[in-house]
């Protein structure tokens, strides 16, 4: 019996993910025709219904979800046996997927690069920057090979290596009575309006619990898509923050009216680190890449 290509599984995955076969063919980097050709043969190879669609929308049969789901692990186990192919020869060699949220990428993103260019020259990094529950999610269905990102989420079984902590730090408008004075303790926040990224943002689910300990509400009318928009808002004076130490130096330049004020020892941070699969055979270059991850941090 003729079997499916590893291509038409791949497509068939898409489809079920977006139910849309524009979106699933770009995800694929096809064209829609070439797309919906190789499933209308796997429909006919394997002799059911994958998907009922018209000009509106695409509903994935019982049939097409289970295949789908089977076509998952086809694919998940595919990828073992390259992972296994490129341990046994030289690590740190080819591409390599990488996952990183916003509140990360842009501030440690640059000096990583470099070097990671210096330290493995023949590794290609492949940079995917979203959201933590879209990038765990790409990680398990096989899109992605490495996370970075803030731990303490729920990372779906994956394993995970802490590299280093990245306290947070609370950022005022100038003239702000919070502006002046040393180190600020927790309690020092209690009644202040506070300004959050919008839902999705794991910033947020990690900033939230620190301002109802401190005594802090949210400010109800403004919630904002990017770190950099949250501290323009900020420098305007509506009110207050936290970001993460790792973001001043990006955005002090950018924001000449918000004064960044740290917590005394013991104070609220996060905790950087790097996600893998726990299938994955390439476990140890993973671990040596965030060496150097965490030595680049560290440098700058």
């Not at 018209?54 to 509903?59: A, E, K, L, M, N």
């Not at 920057?129 to 079984?157: C, F, K, N, Y």
Request: proline share 5%; with cysteine; charged share 20%.
């Amino acid at each position: 019996m003729e079997r499916p290509s590893i291509r038409q599984l791949e497509y068939l995955v898409a489809v079920a993910d977006h139910l849309n076969f524009r979106e699933a063919a770009a995800s694929c980097n096809v064209t829609q025709p070439a797309l919906s050709t190789q499933l209308q043969q796997l429909e006919a190879l394997l002799g059911v219904q994958l998907f009922e669609r018209d000009t509106r929308r695409v509903v994935a049969t019982a049939a097409g979800l289970q295949l789908a789901e089977e076509a998952r692990g086809i694919l998940s186990a595919t990828d073992h046996l390259l992972d296994s192919a490129r341990a046994a020869g030289e690590p740190l060699v080819g591409r390599l997927r990488l996952g990183v949220i916003p509140t990360v990428a842009p501030y440690i993103l640059p000096s990583v690069v470099q070097a990671t260019r210096r330290a493995h020259p023949e590794l290609v990094l492949l940079l995917q920057e979203d959201q933590t529950d879209r990038i765990v999610q790409r990680l398990h269905s096989g899109e992605l090979d490495l996370l970075l990102l803030a731990l303490d989420v729920d990372l779906r079984g994956a394993a995970e290596l802490p590299l280093f902590s990245d306290p947070f730090v609370l950022a005022c408008p100038a003239g702000h009575p919070l502006a002046e004075g040393g180190v600020l303790a927790e309690s020092d926040l209690e009644g202040e309006s506070v300004l959050l990224l919008e839902e999705g943002h794991c910033l947020r689910d990690h900033a939230m619990p620190i301002c109802k300990s401190a005594g802090m509400t949210e400010y109800a009318d403004f919630r904002a898509t990017s770190l950099g928009t949250l501290l323009q808002m900020v420098g305007a004076g509506i009110g207050v923050t936290l970001v993460p130490e790792m973001a001043i130096a990006g955005e002090r330049n950018c924001n000449p009216g918000v004064i960044f004020r740290h917590f005394d020892e013991g104070g609220p941070s996060r905790s950087i680190g790097v996600a893998w699969r726990k299938s994955s055979a390439r476990e140890e270059e993973f671990r040596a890449l965030a060496e150097t991850i965490r030595a680049a941090h560290l440098a700058s």
